[in-house]
Antibody, heavy 128, light 108 residues
Framework: QVQLQESGPGLVKPSQTLSLTCTVS??????????WSWIRQYPGKGLEWIGN???????YYNPSLKSRLTVSVDTSENQFSLRLSSVTAADTAVYYC????????????????????WGQGALVTVSS | EIVLTQSPGTLSLSPGERATLSCRAS???????LAWYQQKPGQGPRLLIY???SRATGIPDRFSGSGSGTDFTLTISRLEPEDFAVYYC?????????FGGGTTVEIK
């Protein structure tokens, strides 16, 4: 079955760029049916949606992060990635990649659908 | 943005008991675009309920969802040992997508 796995540095210095990759296994990221997302969970357990991407490269971001955020896709590697610039301690969180679109629909990567599959998560700590 | 408030923060129950979890939205969620997730330590959330009351694939029928407008409920009819976890609601009606703060269901 399809699985998602996050990878990347666990420690990032303040003001630098946080980079994570999500590898999709057991299925194709380019299937056309699904969209792909990043979500983070703060140490206090609150969850925040970061953004969506389609295999075409079209994106849809949370406005609160848009100025610092880049989400990209590499269909040849069956991966999609997150880059968040100018990080501070407030960006310390567990970062999850997820799939969206199995239930509901998406219009131009703005999805009215829940996250039906999640990765295990990757803890990223921002500290000097 | 739509703020989701979950209550109670913690629910202490025994296996076999009924659990009722609440999720209240700061404004009406149209089209019943509300989901519920279960999260266990060290794992990503698992989708339980979507569109307010539809069970995701493989979810046991002891889990049910209901509600409309601003008030939604997740009910676990008879708690099994594996049901003790944290539960989150999420709205996908309007952007940005938002989540509730979670309810912990713990063993009494």
């Amino acid at each position: 079955q399809v699985q998602l796995q996050e990878s990347g540095p666990g420690l990032v210095k303040p003001s630098q760029t946080l980079s994570l990759t999500c590898t999709v296994s057991g299925g194709s990221l380019s299937s056309g049916v699904y969209f792909w997302s990043w979500i983070r969970q703060y140490p206090g357990k609150g969850l925040e949606w970061i953004g969506n991407i389609y295999h075409s490269g079209a994106t849809y971001y949370n406005p609160s992060l848009k100025s610092r955020l880049t989400v990209s896709v590499d269909t040849s590697e069956n991966q999609f990635s997150l880059r968040l610039s100018s990080v501070t301690a407030a960006d310390t969180a567990v970062y999850y990649c997820a799939r969206v679109g199995a239930y509901g629909y998406c219009i131009s990567t703005n999805c009215h659908a829940p996250f039906d599959l999640w990765g295990q998560g990757a803890l990223v700590t921002v500290s000097s | 943005e739509i703020v989701l408030t979950q209550s109670p923060g913690t629910l202490s129950l025994s296996p076999g008991e009924r659990a009722t979890l609440s999720c209240r939205a700061s404004q009406s969620i149209s089209s019943t675009y509300l989901a519920w997730y279960q999260q266990k330590p060290g794992q990503g959330p698992r989708l339980l309920i979507y569109h307010t009351s539809s069970r995701a694939t493989g979810i046991p029928d002891r889990f049910s969802g209901s509600g409309s407008g601003t008030d939604f409920t997740l009910t676990i009819s008879r708690l099994e040992p594996e049901d003790f976890a944290v539960y989150y609601c999420q709205q996908y009606d309007s952007s940005p997508i938002t989540f509730g703060g979670g309810t912990t269901v713990e063993i009494k």
